[in-house]
């Protein structure tokens, strides 16, 4: 009786007597069969040779566990995709306001930008913007005057952004000139002062209303107008 063949040379036998184990060369077997006998009883059977199906053991070298790497390894903790998330968030959140920072400095001291390198002014023009604005740009004033008793003169209107974008609102001033000496010249200035306006910005198409009084007005006043610069300074 046949229990178990080790390799592809040996095997193990049972004696069907009285069960005595023992190796045996399985090439002693080959190709036919043989009779053998029981070294402890010496009961003698015949054994069948080995399946030429039982396949040989392949030899298999163990794979030895991969080195770690000499490459000392952080100890800092990993980032999760939330943190991920919020480092990401919070540096979109810097470079927009960097941008807006810029942008605001770029527009609101776009003269002093241009006097300090001229070269900038072509840099403005090209994107169509003015690097010298001239006081009121972007907005109109429409204004009447009421003559009230002798001295009294009251003037009246609004301020209108006509640009598409919110301003700071400009000064305005009312200026009383006199007769011009030469027909189509400009009259003396007998007299000239600011006009308070509320608002301080105005949004795209917003207006706002101004009121003044002058009590009395000067003698031999020929013209009123309302500017936003003053003449008077520049004389």
Known sequence: MRDTQLDGTSMILGCPECNTRFAIDAQALRPDGRRVKCGKCEHVWFEEPPSPSAAEPISVTPLEPEEQSSIPTPNLPALTRADQKRTAGAAWVLVVFL?????????????????AWPMVETIYAAVGINAFPQPGDGFSIEFGMKRVGETML??????????????????????????????????????SWQIPVDAKVLGPGEKVPFFAES?????????????????ADNQ
Do not use: H, M
Request: aromatic share 8%; proline share 8%.
């Open 99 to 115: 941008l807006v920072v810029v942008g605001a400095l770029a527009w609101f001291g776009r003269e002093s930008i241009a006097r």
């Open 154 to 191: 009251q003037i009246s209107g609004e301020v209108i952004n006509s640009s598409n974008e919110s301003l700071i609102t400009p000064p305005i001033y009312a200026i009383f000139e006199g007769a011009p000496e030469v027909e189509g010249a400009k009259g003396e200035i007998l007299e």
């Open 215 to 231: 009590d009395p007005f000067p003698e031999n006043t020929a013209n009123v107008s309302v500017l936003f610069t003053n003449p």
